[in-house]
């Protein structure tokens, strides 16, 4: 169990952290936090992108049949684009703040599952979740600041992320470990919400004209998931 609150705990701080920078960064106006927004998004893309593909969609597809997996996907793709589309209409705000704690609740599901099943998966995952928190909560903040909120009501709202990240890994710990095709859903269906976040929301900011490195960011994202992985082997 402590294990499972240490790894979460940390994931959750990495959200904060990336909150803190972005408040850091908002000081700064111009080119350079244009460029520095879009490279940290572009990275947390491609460890995202690294964990759907190296991860849970490895990981989902061992526990249930090829039909099941295309099922759970969409249905997990279009659950996220329905809640996306209910932000849009009032208002979008504070949609990258909803969409952070979307991505982290069933990640943190699974960081405590598969600390119960054993193996690497565990930390594994917690690294590529902390490297994909750290642009969430920097996105978040400038999303957040720009609506007006103060600082210190930002970095609270990101900070309520972490109980809940240790709250979703010992409900993953202690009801998900035992159940493995349980698991194996989560997996796909998560895979699915962070397909759509990636195609609909992550890829298009990512992108800028006439600035290379921000978007080769997203292929370094995407090595640094492939290190995590196969030195958690």
């Known amino acids: 169990m402590l294990p499972v609150i240490a790894y979460t705990a940390f994931t959750g701080i990495t959200n904060v952290v990336g909150g803190i920078l972005g408040k850091i960064e908002h000081l700064r106006r111009g080119r350079f936090r244009t460029e520095v927004l879009h490279g940290l998004v572009a990275f947390g893309g491609g460890t995202m992108l690294a964990a759907v593909a190296l991860v849970l969609l490895p990981e989902g597809l061992l526990g249930m049949s090829g039909v099941a997996a295309g099922v759970l996907l969409v249905v997990g793709a279009i659950l996220f684009l329905l809640i996306d589309e209910a932000i849009d209409r009032k208002g979008g705000t504070a949609s990258q703040f909803v969409a952070m ?101 992550i890829f298009p900011i990512a992108h800028q004209r006439k600035h290379w490195w921000p978007t080769m960011l997203g292929v370094v994202g995407f090595l640094a998931g492939i290190l995590t992985e196969t030195i958690g082997r």
């Open 101 to 201: 704690v979307m991505d982290f609740i069933p990640g943190s599901l699974a960081l405590g599952a598969a600390f119960g099943t054993g193996g690497a998966l565990g930390p594994v995952l917690a690294v590529l979740l902390s490297m994909n928190n750290l642009p969430q909560g920097f996105n978040s903040y400038k999303e957040l600041h720009e609506k007006r909120w103060s600082p210190a009501r930002i970095l609270a709202s990101i900070s309520v992320t972490i109980p809940i990240g240790v709250a979703s890994g010992l409900i993953g710990l202690f009801f998900l470990a035992d159940h493995p095709a349980l698991l194996a859903g989560l997996y796909i269906f998560s895979s699915g919400g962070l397909l759509y976040l990636m195609m609909h929301d």
